[in-house]
């Protein structure tokens, strides 16, 4: 065997030791992006889940796309704000979304008149679009197959990537919130409020009200959340979960209105969205919070049990 054959094991000298020597830390750099997700499965099982669910969403708020989004939502509350500023004439109550006459009276009900807006368009817009880039945007990006060679399994992998998804549920209502509070803040009085019942409570207690409502929106995203996952383990194309999961939306609501329908309505997953207005009352009423959630976990239990059948028995090629 000649010296330059590949085959001849590599002569090596005398270990080099000192500040100039190169260990395998100093020579492979750091994994990023979806590698980071990779290597995070690649780890102990024990370690693994919460790893690579810490990767996912590391990946999903570094992309620009999810913070132009939240940007967009974040846009919204501002804008109703300085148009009931700029007004001259007061809103006439019954006019425009609910709440929009007492803006003027409190900062605080620009949050929950945001909220109102967002919930039938915008931000279902936005869980559509990250629920229905959960698998068909890896699949697209040809790294799907890098991820399952790693011994996490496919079911560990679809909780992490729903997860991912909830968690931008939660940080979108939450920038709706968030953003109306300080800019109405910014531009109206603050003090105590008004409940629909007639009660009057402090500052404090109704910005804890603020927030349930806001939880109350994050729970009605987590049904659409769960469809949009399972469309988009139908395909490799993104933009086609994306938009399937957006048009489903419309159309329940769509659905929601007729009133030919009255016996689909309490099914669709959009029926309770803007029943938050117990919330609003003193005591608080929690039947209508009990509902939407129940129903959320049934589209849950039921669209994650197809996005599981699906994946766990689809042929990985990309």
């Given at each position: 065997m000649s010296p330059s054959d590949?085959?001849?094991?590599?002569?090596?000298?005398?270990?080099?030791?000192?500040?100039?020597?190169?260990?395998?830390?100093?020579?492979?750099?750091?994994?990023?992006?979806?590698?980071?997700?990779?290597?995070?499965?690649a780890r102990p099982r024990g370690a693994s889940g919460a790893a690579l669910l810490g990767s996912e969403l590391t990946v999903l708020f570094r992309r620009r796309r999810t913070w132009a989004m939240?940007?967009?939502?974040?846009?919204?509350?501002?804008?109703?704000?300085?148009?009931v500023r700029l007004t001259s004439s007061p809103v006439t109550p019954g006019r425009g979304p609910a709440f929009l006459d007492r803006i003027t009276q409190n900062g605080l009900f620009v949050a929950i008149t945001a909220l109102?807006?967002?919930?039938?368009?915008?931000?279902?817009?936005?869980?559509?679009?990250?629920?229905?880039?959960?698998?068909?945007?890896?699949?697209?990006?040809?790294t799907l197959r890098y991820l399952l060679v790693a011994p996490a399994g496919r079911v560990r992998l679809l909780l992490v990537k729903y997860a991912g998804a909830a968690a931008f549920c939660v940080a979108a209502t939450l920038t709706v919130a968030v953003s109306g509070a300080l800019i109405g803040a910014a531009l109206f009085p603050v003090g105590p409020v008004t409940l629909l019942s007639g009660d009057t409570i402090g500052v404090g207690e109704s910005v804890l009200r603020s927030l349930?409502?806001?939880?109350?929106?994050?729970?009605?995203l987590l049904g659409l959340s769960a469809i949009g996952l399972f469309i988009s383990t139908l395909t490799e194309v993104p933009v086609g979960a994306m938009a399937a999961t957006i048009v489903?939306?419309?159309?329940?609501?769509?659905?929601d209105a007729l009133p030919q329908l009255d016996w689909l309505h309490p099914w669709l997953f959009s029926h309770y969205w803007l029943d938050f207005a117990d919330l609003l009352r003193q005591p608080i009423d929690w039947t209508s919070f009990g509902a939407n959630a129940l129903l959320q976990g049934g589209?849950?239990?039921?669209?994650?049990?197809?996005a599981y059948g699906r994946f766990v028995t689809k042929d990985i090629l990309s």
């Open positions: 590949p085959r001849e094991p590599a002569v090596t000298g005398p270990a080099v030791t000192g500040p100039d020597s190169r260990g395998p830390a100093a020579s492979v750099p750091e994994p990023t992006g979806h590698a980071a997700i990779a290597t995070a499965v939240l940007a967009a939502l974040a846009a919204i509350p501002v804008l109703i704000a300085i148009a109102i807006v967002s919930i039938p368009l915008f931000l279902p817009l936005t869980v559509g679009v990250v629920a229905g880039d959960t698998v068909a945007g890896e699949a697209n990006l040809g349930l409502i806001a939880a109350y929106v994050t729970v009605s489903l939306s419309v159309t329940a609501q769509v659905l589209y849950i239990l039921v669209f994650g049990a197809l």
